[in-house]
């Protein structure tokens, strides 16, 4: 349907999930579209593989744009997008900057100081589109909504990130996503980002699983494609984790499935997969 509508109506703007544009680039339908008449694409709520972008910008070159996917940050709270890659930092990967009207800043969770450039920290936002709170719930919307010491009021968005000097910031991780192996964090959004820029792999998500002595390890689900030898791919995984991270995050148990759980936005549900590896556990545990 997409197809035909890009054929007939010639749209000029897009934005959709990581998962939309990883469809795109699969449907057969897809093949003879012209792009040419997208003036911008956006991507948002999701983060988005670096090696996505790449893959898509190629498409839509090979497609006839000259547009590159551009990604942008926002959240309920503030009702619409934040910060987003303009034309000029379209190349890079990351959040990009705060619209005209917005502020962003990166601050330690625990003391709320801002952090230097390059450091990472909570990713907190305040501007006009802020919200007044959540509907009779004061004390979500105090958690959520904090008065700092520059006399502003922020929301804390529970979302770990950093900012380049210039300005440009980027998203690692919720920060209730951060798993802690032997007391070390770890951040399944790198891992799956990394896992996901191997060719024979379709799609990854990390969670943290119970360990006897390291309190969690990490756990991978991927999804390969056809005709890739398993048994390389999880060889590939753990030596890529094992070069490009820290001991600590490389996977114990990597999982292949033939696909994911879905929310009903397209994002790979990490709850779901949670829960159905607990269920699995407690009924080993009970054998």
């Given at each position: 349907k997409l197809a035909a509508i890009i054929k007939k109506q010639r749209p000029t703007l897009m934005a959709g999930v990581p998962t939309l544009y990883e469809a795109i680039l699969h449907s057969e339908a897809m093949a003879d579209v012209d792009f040419s008449c997208f003036k911008a694409l956006f991507c948002g709520g999701d983060s988005?593989?670096?090696?996505?972008?790449?893959?898509?910008?190629?498409f839509l070159r090979a497609h006839g744009s000259s547009c590159k996917l551009r990604e942008g940050f926002g959240l309920t709270e503030t009702v619409t997008v934040c910060s987003l890659t303009h034309e000029v930092s379209s190349d890079r990967h990351g959040i990009g900057v705060p619209l005209s009207c917005m502020e962003m800043k990166?601050?330690?969770?625990?003391?709320?100081?801002?952090?230097?450039?390059g450091e990472t920290g909570e990713i907190c936002v305040t501007g006009p589109t802020v919200m007044k709170g959540y509907l009779n719930d004061p004390e979500a919307t105090a958690k959520a909504l904090v008065l700092h010491d520059d006399g502003k009021v922020w929301v804390e968005t529970g979302d770990l990130g950093q900012r380049d000097t210039d300005g440009f910031y980027h998203f690692i991780s919720r920060i209730k996503r951060m798993i802690k192996v032997s007391g070390v964090p770890v951040y399944p959004s790198q891992i799956e980002t990394?896992?996901?820029?191997?060719?024979?792999?379709l799609k990854a998500a990390a969670i943290g699983i119970p360990h006897p002595y390291k309190m969690q390890v990490v756990k991978v689900f991927?999804?390969?494609r056809e005709?890739?030898?398993?048994a390389e791919v999880e060889k590939k995984i753990k030596d890529t984790i094992g070069a490009r991270m820290l001991r600590y995050a490389i996977p114990e148990e990597i999982e292949f499935v033939d696909a994911f759980p879905l929310t009903a936005v397209g994002k790979i549900d990490i709850k779901v997969l949670e829960e159905i590896e607990r269920e699995k556990r407690n009924a080993d545990n009970n054998k």
């Amino acid at each position: 349907k997409l197809a035909a509508i890009i054929k007939k109506q010639r749209p000029t703007l897009m934005a959709g999930v990581p998962t939309l544009y990883e469809a795109i680039l699969h449907s057969e339908a897809m093949a003879d579209v012209d792009f040419s008449c997208f003036k911008a694409l956006f991507c948002g709520g999701d983060s988005l593989p670096a090696e996505l972008k790449v893959r898509f910008d190629q498409f839509l070159r090979a497609h006839g744009s000259s547009c590159k996917l551009r990604e942008g940050f926002g959240l309920t709270e503030t009702v619409t997008v934040c910060s987003l890659t303009h034309e000029v930092s379209s190349d890079r990967h990351g959040i990009g900057v705060p619209l005209s009207c917005m502020e962003m800043k990166i601050v330690d969770p625990a003391t709320k100081a801002v952090l230097p450039d390059g450091e990472t920290g909570e990713i907190c936002v305040t501007g006009p589109t802020v919200m007044k709170g959540y509907l009779n719930d004061p004390e979500a919307t105090a958690k959520a909504l904090v008065l700092h010491d520059d006399g502003k009021v922020w929301v804390e968005t529970g979302d770990l990130g950093q900012r380049d000097t210039d300005g440009f910031y980027h998203f690692i991780s919720r920060i209730k996503r951060m798993i802690k192996v032997s007391g070390v964090p770890v951040y399944p959004s790198q891992i799956e980002t990394i896992v996901s820029e191997l060719p024979e792999v379709l799609k990854a998500a990390a969670i943290g699983i119970p360990h006897p002595y390291k309190m969690q390890v990490v756990k991978v689900f991927v999804s390969v494609r056809e005709g890739a030898d398993r048994a390389e791919v999880e060889k590939k995984i753990k030596d890529t984790i094992g070069a490009r991270m820290l001991r600590y995050a490389i996977p114990e148990e990597i999982e292949f499935v033939d696909a994911f759980p879905l929310t009903a936005v397209g994002k790979i549900d990490i709850k779901v997969l949670e829960e159905i590896e607990r269920e699995k556990r407690n009924a080993d545990n009970n054998k």
